[in-house]
């Protein structure tokens, strides 16, 4: 890489993420001068740490500093990535980096069996088709040349859908058409599944126990749900333990997950759609799309692209979709990512396409109380409450994951830091952290010494306290790619606001509702209490309508939309000062 100006100087640092079975080794690294000089990079340089962890990942980095770098040097770098237990099957190979690339080039070795009749594949996206080409010592050579550098914007589309990347894969035998590779597809899972769910004497007798004086199939879906949900462990997930993960032994069915209430994902799912069948239930695994990762096209004739997977249950006639395997989520909820995509209801006759319905924006709801008091020095104090329904209250469940009682109160404190100067936090209690049943809550206290302007005899408050400090959400003029919300949401606001001594309203008008279409609507309103204090309200949601995905064509609408939000939040009441100080 040539560092043309000072500024591409920050070049010089290196992370390389890697995480599950992939190790990183081989590093190095140098700096070449433009006289020729050579500056190698030491091993003291090279620094592993731990960078992200949520949802029960853990990705590490690599990280290093070329040496010495200054404008008019080349920078060279390279690294070996090698990924043990598993076949090279189903391989990335990006196509785009951040920077520009004159050329991209892969070797690729086949995988070749004299026992397997196996094809080497593979499919571009993003980029035109190539094939590719013969190359010594039995390589077969990709390659593309002045490759544009990948930028990526806010609120984008996965990765997969706005940067260039190949995939490479196998196939056996015939050519596949979507025609008849999904209902094959479908006939052979249902088969595995119809397998591994045999039900026993004990597991029918629970069913029975559990959905006893269930009003509904809907309560006795969920009472079954929550027995496995609460009781039986998943070994991949948050929640166990290294000594769970070395013990474990893989189950040979549901019969051997409900004796030993421990197992992977599957195991779970397989688990509940036996209790559920032994209910008198129609139960089937499904595959789902995982938009968090890719737009599943059923024209894509490979399971690769259907990265999710559930139970389907018929109730009214129709397939409702659960996940028990997964922390965090009620009874009849998928994560988002599964959520808007199609889903291959797996059968030994037909198989079916169902569509995976979107969450209203009702049921992501985050919801704030509030009952504060202004002070004539311009300080705000008072008591809050934030609660959080559905997708929302998953992600915030995530984040609180793992964290000691000391530590979220701290992320609870660090997130009004980040809205209010110099705020003083106290009493801060989360509730039903674990409990995916019920809405997550957090109350606290909180006094901002400076949150009112005063102007002569004039005070002015922003009524929409949760809303202050929080910066518009889009501010580019254009975009390259679509904007990608990933679920519709709502907030609504309550909050009691007591005015200073010697104040009094001074017209106290608030913004005029708006709503744009079906996808998103604001309004406020308040009240005046005995001329001393206010009571607004709040709502805002986005989404009804489903949308997720605005093409950038369409940018500068929703840029309005939110920025409208964004200044009828940011708007401020007025108090006129009536007894003299």
């Not at 006893?212 to 166990?240: C, E, F, M, Q, R």
Request: a neutral charge; proline letters at 5%.
């Amino acid at each position: 890489m040539k560092i043309f100006q000072d500024k591409g100087r920050d070049r010089a640092k290196v992370d390389l993420e890697y995480g599950g079975k992939l190790h990183i080794s081989g590093v190095a690294g140098r700096t070449i001068k433009p006289d020729g000089r050579i500056v190698e990079m030491k091993k003291d340089a090279i620094f592993d740490r731990d960078a992200v962890k949520g949802k029960g990942l853990r990705i590490k980095t690599v990280s290093f500093t070329l040496p010495d770098v200054q404008a008019g040097d080349i920078i060279e770098y390279q690294w070996k990535e090698v990924e043990t237990g598993v076949l090279s099957n189903y391989l990335r190979l990006p196509l785009q980096r951040d920077i520009p690339a004159q050329a991209v080039r892969y070797f690729v070795k086949p995988f070749s069996s004299q026992y397997l009749n196996l094809a080497m594949s593979s499919r571009t996206f993003h980029a035109p088709q190539k094939a590719f080409q013969k190359a010594p010592l039995g390589y077969f050579l990709l390659e593309y040349a002045n490759m544009p550098a990948w930028k990526e914007e806010p609120d984008s589309p996965p990765e997969n859908e706005t940067r260039a990347w190949t995939l490479v894969f196998y196939t056996e035998g015939e050519v596949r058409t979507p025609e008849k590779y999904w209902p094959d597809q479908g006939r052979k899972l249902y088969a595995s599944f119809k397998q591994d769910t045999k039900v026993t004497g004990e597991m029918k007798k629970l069913a029975g126990e559990l959905i006893s004086g269930a009003p509904t199939d809907d309560a006795k879906i969920k009472a079954l749900y929550t027995w496995v949900h609460k009781n039986v462990k998943n070994v991949n997930a948050a929640g166990s333990t290294a000594e769970d993960r070395a013990a474990f032994k893989e189950n040979k069915g549901s019969a051997d997950t409900f004796k030993k209430r421990i197992g992977t994902g599957y195991d779970i799912n397989i688990l509940f759609a036996s209790l559920v069948s032994a209910a008198g239930f129609d139960a089937r695994m499904a595959m789902t799309g995982d938009r968090g990762r890719l737009f599943f096209d059923p024209t894509l004739a490979d399971t690769y692209f259907l990265g999710g997977e559930a139970v389907a249950v018929k109730l009214g006639g129709k397939w409702k979709f659960y996940d028990p395997a997964t922390p965090f989520l009620g009874s009849g909820d998928l994560i988002w990512e599964q959520q808007g995509t199609p889903a291959l209801v797996t059968d030994g006759k037909t198989p079916e396409w169902v569509n995976v319905n979107l969450s209203a924006a009702g049921a992501s709801r985050e919801n704030h109380v509030a009952h504060i008091s202004l002070g004539a020095d311009g300080s705000m104090s008072g008591a809050f409450e934030i609660s959080y329904t559905g997708h929302l209250a998953e992600e915030e469940r995530w984040a609180l994951l793992r964290k000691s009682k000391a530590e979220r109160e701290q992320y609870l404190t660090d997130q009004m830091k980040r809205q209010f100067n110099t705020p003083e936090v106290s009493d801060v209690a989360w509730e039903a952290v674990e409990d995916p049943e019920v809405p997550l809550k957090v109350t606290f206290k909180m006094k901002v010494p400076v949150y009112v302007q005063r102007t002569g005899k004039r005070i002015f408050f922003q009524p929409a306290v949760l809303q202050f400090g929080q910066g518009a959400r889009f501010t580019a003029s254009e975009r390259k790619f679509p904007v990608y919300i990933h679920f519709p949401w709502s907030e609504t606001d309550t909050v009691t606001i007591d005015i200073p001594e010697g104040f009094e309203f001074d017209h106290p008008d608030l913004p005029a509702p708006f709503v744009a279409g079906q996808t998103c609507n604001w309004k406020a309103t308040a009240m005046i209490n005995g001329g001393r204090q206010l009571v607004y309200k709040r709502e805002f949601q986005f989404g009804t309508d489903g949308t997720v995905l605005v093409v950038p064509q369409n940018y500068g609408a929703l840029k309005r939309i939110f920025d409208t939000a964004h200044q009828n939040d940011e708007y401020a009441l007025a108090l006129k000062q009536t007894v003299a100080k």
